[in-house]
């Protein structure tokens, strides 16, 4: 794939995450995959999402940055919410949430098979205690 494809890629997967258009994953991720180090199912990593949105169903996903290099995507995204539910190991209290992601992703055969991401705990703790 060429960069523009890999940005294209990734904007459609970003794009399916925020619309919870969960059942066309098999578009984006191999049926078994790394993810955080760990090897998953493509259910599990769908089982993931419904994580965060079944606790923070209005959770949105905001690209700001993408890297493409070889096969690989980097990108940072601004993460917001209100989680309604614990999540994370946290209690809600009806704070909502803004905070930074990195990811970084491996495509192979035109779909991820590596995927990495953080997120900032420490200021999403901060903003849900008030």
Same mark, same amino acid.
């Not at 794009?15 to 066309?24: S, V």
């Not at 779909?111 to 953080?118: N, Q």
């Given at each position: 794939? #060429?960069?523009?494809e890999?940005?294209?890629f990734?904007? %459609?997967?970003i794009?399916? &995450?925020?619309?919870?258009?969960?059942?066309?994953m098999?578009e984006?991720a +191999?049926?078994?995959l790394i993810l955080?180090?760990?090897? $998953?199912k493509r259910?599990d990593?769908?089982?993931? !999402?419904?994580? +965060?949105? /079944?606790?923070?169903?209005?959770?949105h996903?905001?690209i700001?940055?993408?890297?493409v290099? %070889?096969? @690989?995507?980097? &990108? @940072?995204? $601004?993460? #917001? %919410?209100?989680p309604?539910?614990?999540?994370?190991g946290?209690?809600? #209290? %009806? &704070?909502?949430v803004?905070?930074?992601e990195?990811?970084?992703?491996?495509?192979? /055969?035109g779909? !991820?098979? #590596?995927?990495?991401?953080?997120m /900032?705990v /420490?200021?999403? @703790? @901060?903003?849900l205690?008030?």
């Open positions: 794939m #060429t960069p523009e890999l940005r294209a990734y904007e %459609g997967y794009d399916l &995450a925020n619309k919870r258009e969960y059942h066309r098999a984006f +191999h049926d078994e955080n180090g760990t090897p $998953v259910d990593m769908v089982a993931e !999402f419904h994580k +965060h949105t /079944d606790a923070v169903p209005d959770f996903w905001d700001q940055d993408i890297i290099q %070889g096969d @690989r995507i980097a &990108a @940072r995204l $601004v993460d #917001t %919410g209100t309604i539910a614990p999540w994370n946290f209690a809600p #209290t %009806g &704070a909502s803004k905070f930074e990195v990811g970084f992703y491996q495509i192979v /055969d779909r !991820f098979k #590596t995927m990495w991401y953080l /900032d /420490d200021l999403i @703790r @901060r903003q205690a008030g």
